[in-house]
């Protein structure tokens, strides 16, 4: 028995394999500016594939759809970078009969420490989520947006080293269903979703583990488990001028929008307003069409500005209201 005891004390102090060893922990300093150099790695111009599968039923009488992969070419470009802020911006540039259009398409918004993040809370809502001191220690909020820049969803975590590759996840956040499921009229109306983002050698991945929620009998319920895995291949052949062309015209007026919102959410109390399947909200083809409008000079900027913010203020009530 003794010289059992023995053994494994001396398993105790044996040294560790060197692969399972623990990394020497970086300063907070060093883990700021490398968690920076990651979100802004991902600006850059791609070649883009978005692979989405339904994989596995939690209902015996739902079947899962059929795999979905689709692509295109994005330019995604800092918009804004104060240190602890920084905004993405991704414009989307497809062949429309032989001529490039460019779709402005999601923004992502990162930010160090935050005291409360804007999260989806359920139909055509979105509330402040407050973080405590010790919740908010080292982490970065990522707060996604719709083409319109109204939000889509906001989540919290961590960049870290796992297996040697950093990357940052989320924790589970709920979200809005994407138009590729809305225009469907799914079982499901929501989504409880993990996100992580990670740079690769040749670009960037952005991999979400979606849970498909829906009422059954009154109460929310999974229906189906989806994963997505989106890569960013860094790549110039395509119209990349058309994409600079219509963030030049339009980004005084998007600046504008994004300020709105963010004074929106502030006055009310979050963001409560309608959404359609097609469009996002009830005001995002307008909204859009108006900064369409700004890049062929029919509208001034300050009355596109004036018309949105109408818009705007009009579609939009006070959280719980």
Do not use: C
């Amino acid at each position: 028995m003794k010289s059992l005891r023995f053994a494994a004390a001396l398993a105790l102090l044996a040294p560790l394999p060197a692969f399972a060893q623990a990394a020497p922990a970086a300063t907070p300093a060093a883990s700021f500016e490398a968690d920076r150099a990651d979100i802004l790695g991902m600006a850059g111009n791609y070649k883009v594939k978005f692979d989405m599968q339904e994989a596995t039923s939690w209902r015996p009488d739902y079947a899962p759809i059929p795999v979905k992969v689709s692509g295109g070419h994005e330019a995604v470009r800092v918009i804004e970078d104060n240190g602890r802020v920084i905004r993405l911006q991704h414009l989307l540039v497809v062949d429309a009969g032989g001529k490039p259009m460019v779709i402005k398409h999601w923004r992502q918004d990162w930010e160090y420490e935050p005291e409360r993040v804007l999260t989806y809370a359920g139909p055509d809502a979105w509330t402040w989520t407050a973080l405590s001191p010790e919740q908010r220690k080292g982490v970065w909020s990522q707060t996604v947006y719709q083409v319109d820049d109204s939000p889509r969803y906001g989540g919290w975590g961590r960049w870290e080293a796992v297996g040697g590759v950093r990357r940052w996840q989320s924790g589970q956040s709920w979200r809005p269903l994407a138009r590729r499921d809305a225009i469907r009229g799914p079982v499901y109306d929501r989504y409880l979703g993990i996100n992580r983002h990670a740079l690769a050698p040749a670009g960037w991945i952005h991999w979400q583990d979606n849970l498909k929620m829906g009422e059954v009998s009154g109460k929310l319920a999974p229906i189906v488990q989806e994963y997505v895995l989106n890569s960013y291949t860094r790549n110039d052949a395509f119209e990349v001028k058309a994409a600079e062309d219509y963030w030049a015209a339009t980004k005084g007026y998007w600046a504008a929008i994004r300020a709105e919102w963010d004074r929106i959410a502030a006055a009310k109390g979050g963001i409560r307003i309608t959404e359609e399947a097609d469009h996002g909200t009830v005001i995002s083809g307008r909204v859009l069409k108006i900064a369409d409008e700004v890049q062929a000079g029919k509208t001034s900027e300050a009355d596109a500005i004036r018309t949105a913010k109408a818009l705007m203020d009009q579609a939009t009530k006070a959280a719980g209201g």
